[in-house]
């Protein structure tokens, strides 16, 4: 049997039933009386909580519940507004293409974008020793099909690890700017086998980048030669390892169960404000079906609301690439 370790940042998951954390992303305010409001839900262990419908959250404006008849509170699809975008980065270093592997490597790949892709825009890219990065699939909705990386020789069968991650960077940034949707998030996920031996960036470059950035990073590190301290300062948002190359498979599997949580945990709960005037404390505090809660404040002003509020139209987010919450 081998050993999967899962770590979110350097800490070992715990699954105890713990309260919950709300986070706020981002609110929008307009009349005649909208209030939306975009964030994640997690426990305070960090796992994600999803699939939560408007019933379970209770509104409340200055401590006092606010009636679901009077507010008709809804969740809007969050793609009205935000954008997820996920890069996958595949080590194509000849120790993976020429290791025997590689079938092993689209399968899993396959496995995994198809899941994610129900959730975030994907692409693909590859490294082996160059320093520009391999174009493998632009970033598309949907499920990706085979990507070819079986087929795939090196040019330079060197690895280089820190470079590509800071030039992925760059990549997601570059979609992410070029969004439609006010708010948009960046993923990106690391799969290599071994170390960076190209020299191209040091791991201190690589950690100036992933601070500038500052998207959610996962790794996947599966091989004998992985240097497990070095993928989980990079893999801040967790790191799948495993020194057995037959774990390739439940390492992606796992990273993906991940992505997937975090994203069903993304709210956008729209509702009418009964309020008329006035700045206002507005608290939305979610409910589990096994009675966890928590809460998240936001302050409102309502001058100049008014009745006839539907609370299905758009937010009017402000255009922007917020930091994201985790």
């Known amino acids: 049997m081998t050993r999967l370790t899962w770590f979110l940042g350097a800490t070992l998951l715990s699954s105890s039933c713990a309260a919950l954390r709300p986070r706020l992303v981002d609110a929008s305010v307009q009349k005649p009386s909208n209030v939306a409001v975009y964030f994640t839900v997690d426990t305070r262990d960090g796992e994600p909580v999803p699939s939560l419908t408007a019933d379970q959250f209770r ?10 008849f009077e507010s008709k509170q809804t969740i809007l699809n969050p793609e009205v507004a935000a954008m997820h975008s996920l890069l996958l980065l595949v080590d ?21 974008t198809d899941r994610v892709a129900q959730y975030q825009q994907t692409a693909i890219f590859g490294f082996d020793g160059r320093p520009e990065l391999i ?3 632009a970033f598309a909705p949907g499920k990706a099909g085979s990507s070819g990386i079986a087929s795939l020789k090196p040019r330079d069968p060197s690895t280089n690890l820190n470079g590509a991650i800071i030039e992925a960077l760059k990549v997601l ?11 948009r998030f ?8 071994g170390t960076d031996q190209a020299h191209r960036a040091e791991a201190r470059d690589v950690q100036a980048a992933l601070e500038r950035y500052g998207f959610d990073v996962f790794v996947i590190g599966v091989g004998a030669e992985i240097d497990e301290r070095e993928l989980r300062a990079i893999g801040r948002s967790g790191v799948a390892l495993d020194r057995d190359p037959r774990s390739l498979s439940a390492a992606f599997d796992q990273v993906a169960s991940r992505i997937e949580g975090f994203s069903k945990c993304y709210y956008l709960l729209s509702y009418c404000s009964p309020a008329r005037a006035g700045v206002h404390d507005l608290r939305i505090e979610p409910v589990t079906a096994d009675g966890r ?34």
């Not at 937010?315 to 919450?325: E, I, S």
């Open 92 to 112: 194509l270093s000849a120790s993976v293409t020429q290791s025997g592997s590689a079938e092993a490597l689209e399968a899993a790949v396959a496995a995994f």
């Open 135 to 137: 174009p493998i699939r």
């Open 59 to 68: 509104i409340l404006e200055d401590d006092k519940l606010v009636s679901k």
């Open 173 to 183: 940034e570059k979609q992410l700017d070029r969004s439609p949707v006010p708010l």
């Open 293 to 326: 809660t928590g809460s998240l404040t936001y302050r409102f002003d309502a001058q100049g609301f008014g009745p006839d509020c539907d609370p299905n139209r758009k937010p009017a987010f402000d255009l922007k690439r917020p930091r994201q919450p985790r």
């Open 186 to 193: 960046g993923t990106l996920v690391v799969f290599t086998d």
